[in-house]
């Protein structure tokens, strides 16, 4: 269950916002395609962690992630909620508990090494649809990242070479490592639909965060 937005506000450090859990929900389900929005179990974040905010009927779990102070929706498929999934939940424990960023990707990376990290055992898919992106520091200050709607696919340990990718163009790596992801951005024409369709959205969590667009 949800802390009181007071109690959340006191103890959760500033690059993981509790938001409002109508917020959060819509905001998770903004990183999937439409037809999947419905069936999709939500996670939300509280003063303690992640905890369910509803069930699923299919196959895909989406989160509102704060990992190393991004904040981004993120809906993975069956494969990611086993395998990557955890690494998020296990952060935000950590960052919540006063673990620094640094810290807590020298825990994941050990974690990966020591077997209680696995990468993907398939290929599979995760979507970052929404073209919300913030990076928030340790002191709050928000940053908001150019919109890249994309899917990613997981590709363990490959690198741009192996795929022919370039950062920017139509596909590329996101990072080398075991938790490695193929980005494929959208379309201009998707792109821009997805941008007009989540304009409200997105201003509701720049007024809840207190985001000031530098224009």
Same mark, same amino acid.
């Given at each position: @269950?949800?802390?009181?937005? /007071?109690? /959340?506000?006191?103890?959760?450090?500033? %690059?993981?916002?509790?938001?409002?859990?109508?917020?959060?929900?819509?905001? !998770?389900?903004?990183?999937?395609?439409?037809?999947?929005?419905?069936?999709?179990?939500?996670?939300?974040?509280?003063?303690?962690?992640?905890?369910?905010?509803?069930?699923?009927? #299919?196959? $895909?779990?989406?989160?509102?992630?704060?990992?190393?102070?991004?904040? $981004?929706?993120?809906?993975?498929? /069956?494969?990611?909620?086993?395998?990557?999934?955890?690494?998020?939940?296990?952060?935000?424990?950590?960052?919540?508990?006063?673990?620094?960023?640094?810290?807590?990707?020298?825990?994941?990376?050990?974690?990966?090494?020591?077997?209680?990290?696995? !990468? *993907?055992?398939?290929?599979?898919?995760?979507?970052?649809?929404?073209?919300?992106?913030?990076?928030? %520091?340790?002191?709050?200050?928000?940053?908001?990242? #150019?919109? #890249?709607?994309?899917? @990613? $696919?997981?590709?363990? #340990?490959?690198?741009?070479? %192996?795929?022919?990718?370039?950062?920017?163009?139509?596909? $590329?790596?996101?990072?080398?490592? *075991?938790?490695?992801?193929?980005?494929?951005?959208?379309?201009?024409?998707?792109? !821009?639909?997805?941008?007009?369709?989540?304009?409200?959205?997105?201003?509701?969590?720049?007024?809840?965060?207190?985001?000031?667009?530098?224009?």
């Amino acid at each position: @269950m949800l802390g009181s937005p /007071a109690f /959340a506000q006191q103890t959760a450090p500033a %690059d993981q916002p509790v938001l409002p859990r109508d917020l959060e929900i819509e905001l !998770a389900l903004n990183a999937a395609p439409k037809h999947l929005r419905e069936g999709a179990a939500v996670l939300v974040l509280d003063a303690g962690g992640y905890v369910k905010a509803r069930e699923g009927s #299919n196959a $895909f779990t989406c989160v509102v992630s704060r990992r190393g102070g991004d904040v $981004f929706p993120v809906c993975w498929d /069956a494969e990611g909620v086993k395998s990557l999934l955890p690494i998020e939940l296990d952060a935000a424990k950590a960052r919540l508990a006063g673990r620094t960023n640094a810290e807590i990707e020298q825990t994941v990376a050990a974690g990966f090494k020591a077997g209680r990290y696995r !990468a *993907p055992s398939r290929t599979g898919i995760a979507y970052m649809l929404s073209p919300l992106r913030y990076r928030i %520091d340790e002191q709050g200050h928000a940053v908001r990242a #150019n919109p #890249n709607p994309h899917v @990613m $696919f997981y590709g363990p #340990n490959l690198t741009d070479s %192996d795929i022919g990718g370039a950062r920017g163009s139509v596909v $590329f790596m996101n990072k080398v490592g *075991p938790d490695g992801m193929i980005i494929v951005p959208v379309g201009v024409t998707e792109r !821009a639909t997805i941008i007009e369709e989540s304009q409200s959205l997105v201003d509701r969590f720049e007024r809840h965060v207190g985001y000031t667009s530098a224009r």
